[in-house]
């Protein structure tokens, strides 16, 4: 049967459903909530929501989809079975009459969720031997380096090739079904290719950002309990070339003897002259290391699949939380290889049309590469793109006469990159034919109106849908987004929830859910999708505890949300202590940690503040040690630790030398009036002595505290 044949099939509906309008009540009074209390990126959403919002007809959402996702919800188990046994294949059949089977009520025993049970699958089988088959000269991944000049393209054929090489690799190397595979790698093709090559013999990939510090890369080998790392001398971006190989072996260094990993592979990516600036990755552990390339060219390039259950793990991947040590979130095979194909094939409506060129410019370190670089575009036979490179390098026109070369379809980024891209006017746009694109996406983080007016105008000249796709790294795919053409956009909402998704919105004193429209609380998701995470790796009752014991029977996003009076979703911003800033997740509580881990350093506070670019810039606020002084060597010298530690990209941006932080009496920090404070909106009212914008401060034990942190806004920071 082949595949493309399939692919049309499915778009014909299941079975015609009664078409429902439960989300679709028009309510005239609309009042905006009260932005008080709320973060950057929630103000900024706040604003969206007030000023772009309008009542739409209940016609102006198409039907099928309100069929089709009716079915998806009362039904999951006939729309999902249908789905997955005709798009992908499967060695052994899944049974059919328990498709899904799940505790969400911590209340009632262990959590649990299982799609596709019985079934027997390998992700990396759906993506390298079908489409090698069916289209073996297609083109699947374009390389697009750095440096400009740098371009390779690689067919379907020559991506199992490559795949099956690493694999044997591995498997030489002592991999075994289970095991783990740290990923430390830049954004060139071995990347992905290694990601699938640990699928296909049944290995679980972790992948780690090539922007982390060595610190935050020996947590998670430590933590995964990965014996093989695979990473790269270095990388050049932009002007910069990232020494990875000497934080690697800091890395590897720093790990006890139990944790130690046993292969290295180094993968040579720096020329000579680079190499030269950057001695240090050019060292070798002979006892360790191994040059990736040649391990590779010395093994076959064919290897048996390894079948997989449907449940069996297909990767972890670490994600910020708002306490502690960041948390491995576990995929498996089966549900994530459905709903990332399935999203992917509906949000950029990929229908197979050869000439389909899709670029995700996420990086294959945070989940968005995974979903739409490597799996979601090539289980369905579509060529992606892969960037090495930044936005603004060597100028602002990259990615649009990237677009013009490579003649993309569908675009998909972030919005702090179209942010800081605006800045540079609309000459680096209007410069190059942008014709071939279809569809424009974004993720992260919400996009304000601005932004989002000039995707539209600049970039898409109109004609391009924009999904605002809300999604997280635990969800594996997209949750609220646009499907194109199918019901009107309002800039700054990710609309309506995908197939399979069911969203509630919690009111969080009460713990009720909130019905009907024009209502505003925590965002969660009433069942399980088949993308969903089923644990922590390691730690399932830390999964249980941060997703399902705030509200029991539902999975707990962190962020909160308003359904408009058309029943769309507006996210406003996370409910948690964590930062979104250029759209990464960053845990206030990990930069803390990492300000009273110096020595001078008696208590830290971090919260976010608005940001041209980022969305959400870093503000800490520090208090010293007795006898020490703050100064502006000292303040340097926090901010390297920081980005030493955890990533150069969590860097803070402020930081505020305060005797004191404000706290309740039960010593609480209120982090409220530390927002509001570091909020550059309001610092010109505070310094003229109106102090009304922090709301009611008689629960603080000091009062004036308040005082000396509003001075404290007259220093440099
Ligand atoms: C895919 C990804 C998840 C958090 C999420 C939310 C924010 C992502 C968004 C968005 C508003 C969007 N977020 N997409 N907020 N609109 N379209 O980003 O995963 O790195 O785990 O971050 O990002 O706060 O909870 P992840």
């Known amino acids: 049967k082949s595949w493309a044949r399939t692919l049309s099939a499915r778009s014909t509906n299941p079975s ?18 009260s932005a008080a209390g709320q973060t950057g990126t929630a103000l900024m959403a706040q604003q969206l929501l007030s000023s772009r919002s309008r009542l739409l007809s209940a016609s102006a959402i198409d039907r099928s989809y309100l069929a089709d996702h009716a079915l998806s919800i009362s039904d999951p188990d006939a729309y999902w079975s249908e789905i997955a046994a005709n798009n992908y294949h499967w060695e052994k059949s899944f049974d059919a009459s328990t498709v899904l089977k799940y505790n969400f009520h911590a209340s009632k025993g262990p959590i ?40 390779a ?66 947590a998670r080998i430590k933590d995964s309990g990965s014996k093989v790392l ?50 240090t990755a050019s060292h070798r552990d002979p006892s360790r290391d191994v040059d990736f390339a040649a391990a590779c060219a010395a093994v076959s390039d064919d290897c048996p699949v390894t079948w997989m259950d449907a449940e069996d793990p297909l990767f972890i991947l670490y994600t910020s939380g708002s306490t502690g040590t960041p948390k491995g979130v576990l ?12 999203t992917f094939r509906n949000v950029f409506d990929y229908k197979g049309a050869p000439s389909d060129i899709f670029w995700c410019t996420a990086d294959c370190g945070w989940i968005t590469g995974h979903s739409y670089l490597a799996y979601g575009p090539l289980l369905s036979g579509c060529t992606s793109i892969v960037f090495e490179g930044v936005p ?85 795919g997209h949750m609220l987004t646009p499907l194109p053409n199918k019901w009107p956009l309002k800039p700054g909402s990710a609309t309506l929830p995908f197939y399979g998704v069911a969203p509630a919105l919690i009111d969080p004193s009460s713990e009720e859910e909130l019905e009907g429209n024009d ?41 909160g949300a308003q359904r408009d009076e058309d029943g769309y979703f507006w996210v406003t911003g996370r409910v948690d202590d964590v930062l979104i800033v250029s ?79 404000p706290k309740t009496r039960s010593g609480k920090i209120m982090r409220r009036i530390l927002r509001k404070i570091a909020d550059p909106s309001e610092t010109d009212k505070l310094l003229a002595g109106d102090l009304e914008c922090l709301g009611d401060i008689s629960t603080l034990a000091d009062e004036a505290i308040v005082h000396d942190l509003v001075e404290g806004l007259r220093e440099p920071c």
């Open 583 to 661: 759209g990464h997740n960053i845990g206030t509580a990990e930069v803390e940690s990492s300000f009273v881990g110096h020595g001078d350093v008696a208590e830290a506070a971090v919260v976010g503040f608005p940001h041209e670019v980022k969305g959400e810039a870093i503000y800490c606020y520090v208090t010293l040690n007795q006898g020490v002084e703050g100064s502006e060597d000292l303040r340097w010298e926090l901010k390297k630790k920081v980005a030493e530690e955890l990533g150069a990209f969590c860097r803070p941006d402020v930081v505020h030398f305060t005797p004191a932080l």
């Open 392 to 476: 603004n390098y060597p100028d602002a026109s990259r990615f649009w006469s990237t677009v013009e070369r490579h003649k993309v379809t569908q675009f998909y980024t972030a919005p702090t990159a179209l942010r800081a891209l605006m800045r540079e006017g609309d000459e680096p746009v209007k410069k190059h034919d942008l014709s071939s694109l279809r569809i424009l996406g974004t993720v992260g983080e919400p996009i304000n109106p601005a932004a989002w007016d000039w995707y539209n105008e600049i970039v898409g000249k109109g004609n391009c849908p924009i999904v605002d796709t809300w999604w997280q790294t635990e969800t594996g």
């Open 519 to 559: 209502v505003h609380g925590h965002l969660c998701m009433k069942q399980p999708w088949p993308g969903m995470a089923r644990s922590l790796w390691n730690n399932h009752e830390r999964f249980e505890e941060v997703y399902f014991s705030q509200f029991d029977g539902y999975y707990c996003t962190g962020d």
């Open 230 to 279: 695979i990473t790269a001398d270095g990388v050049g971006r932009g002007e910069k070339v990232i020494n990875l190989k000497s934080i690697a072996d800091t890395a590897m260094d720093s790990l006890g003897a139990e944790d130690q990993v046993e292969t290295c592979l180094v993968l040579e990516r720096l020329n000579e002259e680079q190499l030269k600036d950057n001695p």
């Open 331 to 342: 995929h498996t095979t089966g549900g994530y290889m459905v709903y990332s194909g399935e």
């Open 153 to 218: 393209s690689y067919t379907f054929k020559e991506l199992k090739a490559k795949v099956f090489r690493v694999a044997n690799v591995l498997k030489a190397k002592g991999v075994k079904k289970g095991d783990r595979v740290a990923l430390y790698l830049p954004m060139t093709v071995d990347l992905p290719i290694s990601m699938l090559a640990c699928a296909r013999i049944g290995a679980v990939h972790s992948v780690v950002f090539g922007g982390f510090s060595s610190d935050a890369l020996a």
């Open 16 to 33: 015609p459903r009664p078409i429902s309008t439960a989300t679709l009540q028009p309510l005239t009074n609309f009042v905006p909530p």
């Open 112 to 151: 649990h969720i299982e799609w596709f049970k019985g079934g027997k699958t390998n992700i990396s089988y759906n993506v390298v031997d079908r489409w090698a088959e069916d289209t073996p000269e297609k083109t699947a991944l374009i390389f697009e380096g750095n440096d400009p000049s740098e371009t």
